[in-house]
């Protein structure tokens, strides 16, 4: 028995097909037998840019507002500045500065915040002296809130999930307001909008689908004070109870966005990336990748799950059907992109089996390790499977693949800890922290049964929707994987259609990718 388990859960609009008629008036297009997005003009549009955009091509940034502004009323969203790395990010080392400043004897907190605040003001570079006076007063005013802040926390190791929130935000803050300031520069008349205090309502039962509503009407209401200033808003809003992070995960700017654009009433949303959209494979890793020109919002939170970033999912499902989300490269602002959007290939008949179909992408998780329970006692007991799920839980190891038999359970896991804590991949205390959550699960996963644990393993990914029911296709797979000599631990398909997946050593994962990728998409007849 094979049990897989996907924790990006869509919510049920997304398996309801669009149609031509059922598209809001006036945007776009689609034809389902071609698969073509056909822009018109929209009166909304909401751009979001990530932190690397922001960090890197600001100026390629205030061109694409004033393009889209000659047609299009816009909204905008950003992130917090990236580094050169993720791990030099803004938001990840102001979760450093916020660890540090709640360690007794830590120093470093001072020097952190200080590079961060140095490294923005450097950034400035305008036309107007008195708007890079002013943006410098304001970030400057701002940081010393933070420091402030800081100060103040309990020197006990521990930093509560709100204050973390508030420490964050400040990351988003400061885009936002660089980026109003360099659109003003430039001759619009733009409005900062801060959404870290955005949630002024009772949350009575949690993230559901109740409180987006309530919150994208909020956010909408807000927005709207401004008239017909260009809205340049936080990524980051609260205060959601159990903190934003803990509760949405990284990403949360993308859901910032989905929320302004159903809020505004947009009538699309473009996510703006240093990449042309989504392609069949990583184009770093594959030089054979392909542009897809649309994707199924199913395949593209599956994409997201197993380890290509394409979009945060909870970004789906607030948007999908009533608004579609296009991927965009900031470098290649006259590109059509990628188009997220519900087509009618569910229509499709499932039994047609003429020939294998092409998948849609192959993509690799890497840093997977891989956990063997030899069960005391039967492991079909739900009691027995949910004590397991909770002692992973609980040490930040999140399930990606579950294979189950009388008396064994193998688990695909791998730390939330770097994503949760912005620790660096390298980082000496992170892989101490992540190495003792594991030790720590084992030791408890030992009362149930003997435990041997597999590292450096990575997890292969083929999706397609309806992959399940197209004819030959998991065994082209594994062929091309066996016939090149990479040994297979674990394979999964199970509850979802749309992907089949198999662990294979880390060491192995990008001849593997290139591997599949050029049987099943480059000659795939």
């Not at 830590?106 to 915040?113: H, N």
């Not at 995960?249 to 159903?262: E, F, N, P, Q």
């Amino acid at each position: 028995m094979l049990i897989h388990l996907s924790f990006s859960s869509l919510t049920p609009s997304l398996h309801h097909t669009m149609t031509v008629d059922s598209l809001p008036d006036g945007i776009a297009e689609y034809s389902s037998s071609e698969k073509k997005y056909e822009k018109l003009l929209p009166q909304r549009v909401v751009l979001k840019f990530g932190g690397t955009s922001v960090g890197k091509f600001a100026q390629e940034i205030a061109d694409v507002c004033l393009s889209s502004l000659s047609e299009n009323k816009i909204a905008i969203i950003c992130s917090a500045r990236s580094g050169l790395s993720k791990a030099e990010g803004t938001t990840n080392r102001l979760l450093k500065a916020s660890r540090e400043a709640a360690k007794p004897d830590s120093t470093k907190c001072d020097a952190i915040i200080s590079q961060i605040l140095h490294e923005h003001i450097s950034a400035i570079h305008f036309k107007s002296t008195e708007l890079a006076q002013r943006l410098e007063r304001d970030m400057t005013t701002e940081f010393q809130k933070l420091n402030e802040f800081l100060a103040a926390i309990p020197k006990n190791g521990e930093v509560a999930a709100e204050s973390e929130d508030k420490i964050v935000s400040v990351g988003e803050k400061l885009s936002a307001q660089f980026l109003a300031a360099l659109l003003e520069d430039h001759g619009v008349d733009s409005e900062y909008v801060d959404l870290s205090d955005v949630i002024d309502f009772k949350v009575l039962h949690g993230l559901n689908q109740g409180f987006y509503q309530d919150l994208t009407q909020t956010i909408g209401r807000r927005i709207q004070l401004f008239g017909d200033k260009v809205p340049v808003v936080t990524g980051f809003f609260g205060r959601v109870p159990g903190g934003l992070l803990n509760k949405c995960g990284r990403g949360y700017s993308d859901l910032c966005a989905a929320l302004v654009a159903v809020g505004l009433g947009a009538q699309e949303l473009q996510v703006w990336k240093e990449v042309s959209g989504v392609y069949t494979a990583d184009p770093r890793k594959v030089p054979t990748a392909r542009l897809l020109s649309s994707i199924h919002p199913s395949e593209a939170n599956e994409l997201t799950f197993y380890g290509s970033e394409v979009i945060h999912h909870f970004t789906i499902e607030q948007c999908i059907p009533k608004i579609p989300i296009r991927i965009k490269n900031i470098l290649d602002p006259e590109g059509a992109g990628t188009v997220i959007f519900l087509d009618n290939r569910e229509k499709t008949d499932p039994y047609h089996h003429q020939r294998p179909k092409r998948p849609t992408a192959v993509t690799v998780k890497q840093q997977i390790t891989v956990v063997n329970v030899h069960s005391y006692r039967k492991v079909e007991s739900p009691e027995f499977l949910a004590e397991i799920c909770k002692i992973l839980a609980r040490w930040s190891l999140a399930v990606n693949l579950f294979e189950l038999n009388e008396c064994h359970v193998s688990l695909a896991v791998h730390s939330k800890t770097p994503f949760i804590k912005g620790a660096e991949v390298e980082d000496p205390d992170y892989l101490q922290t992540q190495h003792q959550d594991l030790a720590n699960a084992i030791q408890e996963l030992k009362e149930y049964g003997a435990v041997d644990v597999v590292h450096n393993m990575a997890i292969l990914s083929l999706i397609g929707l309806q992959l399940k029911r197209s004819i030959g296709i998991a065994g082209r797979m594994f062929t091309a994987l066996g016939d090149n000599n990479i040994n297979i631990e674990m394979i999964s398909q199970g509850a979802s259609e749309i992907n089949i997946s198999c662990v294979i050593a880390e060491g192995e994962a990008l001849r593997a990718l290139n591997v599949v990728h050029t049987d099943l998409f480059t000659f795939l007849e």
